[in-house]
């Protein structure tokens, strides 16, 4: 539940969130945490989609771990170390979120242990579709997190963002 969306072209680069989070079958409506999904740390804005739980340790490991280099193969072995942080933390290995990566004048999205570097724009969550459908027709990451907010029962208010502007 959530949605997570980015975009990036020669000026910069974008990642928006919704601020859903949900304990059981009980939603918050993004009115007591704001930071579940989307932060920025040691050179790394990140958005994930999935328990909040994974998102708080990656939070933690990319506190004190970088990724070596801009490309799809340093990101990969960044999760897979963070995979085996995990396992020694809570003997809970494996990556179950999915994430967008911003670093330098990249993105990368990892799902599993699928890593791409994406080159336009991407959404990931609930409200994907509705998200990639704004992203398609031009919209701002912003505005496609909006969208989904408007169209998914899974996604809400308030939106967060980040991002970066290339000298």
Same mark, same amino acid.
């Given at each position: 539940?959530?949605? +997570?969306? $980015?975009?990036?072209?020669?000026?910069?680069?974008?990642?928006?969130? &919704?601020? !859903?989070? +949900?304990?059981?079958?009980?939603? &918050? %409506?993004?009115?007591?945490?704001?930071?579940?999904?989307?932060?920025?740390? /040691?050179?790394?804005? +990140?958005?994930?989609?999935?328990?909040?739980?994974?998102?708080?340790?990656?939070?933690? @490991?990319?506190?004190?771990?970088?990724?070596?280099?801009?490309?799809?193969?340093?990101?990969? #072995?960044?999760?897979?170390?963070? *995979?085996?942080?995990?396992?020694? %933390?809570?003997? %809970?290995?494996?990556? #179950? /979120?999915?994430?967008?990566?911003?670093?330098?004048? /990249?993105? @990368?999205?990892?799902?599993?242990?699928?890593?791409?570097? !994406?080159?336009?724009? #991407?959404?990931?969550?609930?409200?994907?579709?509705?998200?990639?459908?704004?992203?398609?027709?031009?919209?701002?990451?912003?505005?496609?997190?909006?969208?989904?907010?408007?169209? *998914?029962?899974? $996604?809400?208010?308030?939106?967060?963002?980040?991002?970066?502007?290339?000298?």
């Amino acid at each position: 539940m959530s949605v +997570v969306a $980015c975009r990036i072209d020669d000026k910069g680069y974008s990642i928006a969130a &919704d601020s !859903i989070t +949900v304990r059981g079958y009980t939603q &918050d %409506k993004g009115t007591k945490s704001t930071s579940s999904k989307l932060f920025e740390t /040691n050179g790394l804005i +990140v958005g994930g989609v999935g328990t909040a739980e994974e998102v708080g340790l990656l939070q933690i @490991f990319a506190n004190t771990h970088q990724i070596a280099h801009e490309t799809e193969s340093s990101v990969l #072995e960044f999760i897979s170390e963070f *995979s085996d942080w995990k396992k020694k %933390k809570m003997d %809970k290995a494996g990556i #179950e /979120n999915s994430y967008l990566i911003g670093m330098g004048r /990249n993105i @990368f999205y990892i799902n599993g242990w699928n890593v791409m570097h !994406i080159v336009t724009y #991407e959404a990931m969550g609930a409200g994907m579709d509705f998200a990639l459908a704004a992203l398609y027709l031009g919209h701002t990451p912003r505005e496609a997190v909006q969208v989904a907010t408007e169209l *998914s029962v899974f $996604c809400e208010m308030p939106i967060q963002e980040l991002g970066r502007k290339f000298d």
